[in-house]
């Protein structure tokens, strides 16, 4: 404890929200200090990252589906699990180092977020990256029990708490209580699901080929879950799929939720799935409590008007349900003395 505390005057200590789209690193008494995307510029046929190392995040993004043949931006993380490990160590090593800073000695302690359902295996890959990157102390938690502890819900008490934390890659849903996770539930359908279906419907449609980036913007300026007060629409450019010319179009808010429904419905499954797993007593309090929700995902206009159609229950989107995660780490990390040994299932390696 000694020990720790000195090397803390040499280092940070930080938690990490290792996510499919955006990675955000939370420093203790400052907040949240970085939110960059997740991708990382590198030659093609190599793991050698241009800019000598500096092509990570922004930088890289702004690359995406307008490389030259020689690069390739590269998303290192599929479904919230690391998919290339030589390009996820690269990019976390010039996130810790950015963080941490030339001034400090020593590497810091580290936690980051994983989701529930991840294999051992992938578990372990993670780890061994942060290591790798310069972590001096690696712990890993669950990103519901994160997503729990920055939505603020009192998890650590002996109520049932509901978390429903929509990402990039996965979607967490978990009924906590008593510092634990009760129930809960993994599905690979989240943010990038509702960009590919937008992707799919311009193809479909329109015969018309997008990015990731102008699905990402229609998803954001028109996409819904419900019926708005008002529809939008949007003038949407890309390449003709006859043709290969380019060409614009005109897409409506209806036409785009309709093509939503599919990975929408996804998490409407697992949200009802995970309730119906629920002990009686816990589901009683959830009359109460409702649930919260994080994540980027939730930020899709409606998700929650549905989701309590769906349910029955009042359903609340987090303060910034974006930094959710990363501020659960960093509070994690706080009072990890105290959580080690309430946790069961922590992930201390």
């Not at 000694?2 to 939370?26: A, E, H, K, P, Q």
């Not at 479909?204 to 990731?212: F, L, Q, V, W």
Request: net charge negative; with cysteine; glycine share 10%.
């Amino acid at each position: 404890m000694y020990l720790d505390r000195v090397l803390g005057w040499f280092s940070v200590d930080m938690g990490i929200d290792l996510g499919t789209c955006n990675t955000l690193v939370c420093v203790r008494g400052e907040g949240i200090v970085l939110n960059e995307p997740s991708v990382v510029a590198v030659r093609k046929g190599t793991n050698q990252v241009l800019n000598n190392g500096q092509a990570v995040g922004w930088m890289a993004k702004e690359m995406l589906g307008k490389t030259p043949g020689s690069i390739t931006a590269v998303r290192p993380l599929k479904d919230g699990v690391i998919s290339d490990f030589e390009i996820t160590e690269a990019m976390l090593k010039y996130f810790i180092q950015k963080v941490n800073g030339r001034t400090k000695i020593f590497g810091p302690r580290v936690v980051i977020s994983v989701p529930s359902g991840i294999t051992a295996v992938e578990k372990r890959a993670v780890f061994t990256s942060a290591e790798r990157a310069g972590a001096r102390q690696i712990y890993l938690v669950e990103e519901p029990v994160a997503a729990a502890i920055g939505a603020g819900l009192p998890f650590t008490e002996p109520t049932a708490s509901m978390i429903v934390d929509i990402g990039g890659g996965t979607t967490e849903v978990a009924i906590m209580s008593l510092a634990d996770i009760a129930v809960c539930e993994s599905i690979r359908v989240a943010g990038d699901d509702f960009d590919e279906a937008v992707i799919n419907h311009m193809k479909k449609t329109y015969n018309m080929m997008i990015g990731e980036q102008t699905a990402e913007r229609i998803k954001i300026e028109i996409g819904s879950a419900s019926p708005l007060g008002e529809e939008k629409t949007l003038e949407v450019r890309g390449r003709d799929m006859i043709s290969g010319l380019p060409r614009k179009v005109v897409v409506t808010s209806e036409e785009i939720r309709e093509a939503l429904q599919e990975p929408v419905g996804s998490i409407i499954e697992a949200v009802t799935r995970t309730l119906e797993r629920a002990e009686p007593e816990l589901a009683a309090d959830l009359v109460d409590n409702g649930i919260m929700m994080a994540g980027g995902g939730s930020l899709l206009r409606g998700i929650d008007v549905v989701i309590q159609n769906a349910t029955g229950l009042e359903v609340r989107i987090a303060d910034d349900p974006l930094t959710c995660v990363a501020r659960g780490t960093a509070t994690y990390l706080e009072n990890i003395e105290d959580w080690k040994g309430t946790l069961e299932n922590d992930m201390e390696a």
